[in-house]
């Protein structure tokens, strides 16, 4: 399986973004993480494929929202009052079989 991330850019603060990944085929989990230089990856969201279950780090809930597209093996993360804080390389991933898998990163930078 591989996973397609797209939908990073630069945005002001307070501005919104969404980023969506495509897997290329189904995975027991899909979810996004972000790393920030100087600072480990961290997790943000994940929404589990058999029953869209998600959960989420406290420091994104109510701002960033996780949906999925079944039909694509597609997530989307909306995110919305975008700070400074946020910015970062934004990371897809899917659990797989035992396996963490991850996309190619893609940049967010939310100017203040």
């Known amino acids: 399986v591989q996973l397609q991330a797209s939908g990073g850019g630069l945005v002001q603060a307070g501005a919104s973004l969404r980023l969506s990944c495509a897997a290329s085929g189904r995975t027991f989990m899909l979810g996004w993480f972000r790393q920030a230089p100087g600072k480990e990856r961290e997790f943000l969201a994940s929404?589990?494929?058999?029953?869209?279950?998600?959960d989420y780090a406290q420091s994104v809930k109510g701002r960033f929202t996780l949906s999925r597209d079944d039909a694509q093996n597609m997530i989307d993360l909306q995110m919305n009052s975008l700070k400074p804080e946020d910015t970062a390389t934004y990371y897809c991933?899917?659990?797989?079989?035992?396996?963490?898998?991850w996309g190619k990163g893609t940049q967010v930078t939310v100017s203040s």
């Open positions: 929404i589990r494929s058999s029953d869209g279950t998600t």
């Open positions: 991933n899917a659990h797989y079989y035992g396996l963490d898998l």
